[in-house]
């Protein structure tokens, strides 16, 4: 999610996968949920702030996190209200807004390709 031109990243602590790792909001699909309508209910719900209609960039063939297979569905959204915060203590360690040249690191694996997908509209990745 963006802010004029700076990425929220959050950094995942105590999770399944991406620990310590730096990461965008996100989560799981509801039954029938359009996936641009589930991003926005993710961020909405873990992060407690209101995005605009999210864009779709890219998708993810993403193996190999704890013995787990993910698809990414990488979203752009605007940031429209709100303040970051996590849904539940543990979760996240804190959010920042980066500029784009000052990333931290380590980052989550598909953060990478949803910005290469901004950058050059790469619509699909292997990890």
């Known amino acids: 999610m963006f802010k004029g031109s700076r990425l929220l990243l959050g950094r995942r602590i105590d999770d399944t996968h991406g620990n310590g790792e730096y990461s965008c909001g996100g989560g799981h699909?509801?039954?029938?949920e359009r996936l641009a309508e589930s991003a926005r209910?993710?961020?909405?719900?873990?992060?407690?702030?209101e995005v605009d209609l999210p864009r779709f960039l890219c998708?993810?063939?993403?193996?190999?996190?704890?013995g787990l297979h993910y698809l990414s569905f990488g979203f752009k959204a605007?940031?429209?209200?709100?303040?970051?915060?996590?849904e539940k203590?543990?979760?996240?360690?804190?959010?920042?807004?980066?500029?784009?040249?000052?990333?931290?690191?380590?980052l989550f694996r598909p953060v990478p390709c949803?910005?290469?997908?901004?950058?050059?509209?790469?619509?699909?990745?292997?990890?």
Do not use: C, M
């Not at 699909?29 to 029938?32: F, G, M, N, T, Y």
């Not at 998708?59 to 704890?66: A, F, K, Q, R, S």
């Open 41 to 49: 209910r993710e961020i909405r719900e873990e992060w407690g702030i």
């Open 89 to 106: 203590a543990g979760e996240f360690d804190g959010f920042t807004w980066y500029p784009l040249d000052a990333l931290p690191s380590p």
């Open 114 to 127: 949803y910005l290469e997908a901004l950058r050059t509209g790469k619509s699909y990745f292997e990890l």
């Open 59 to 66: 998708v993810i063939n993403l193996p190999g996190y704890d």
């Open 78 to 86: 605007n940031w429209v209200s709100g303040q970051p915060h996590p």
């Open 29 to 32: 699909v509801e039954l029938r």
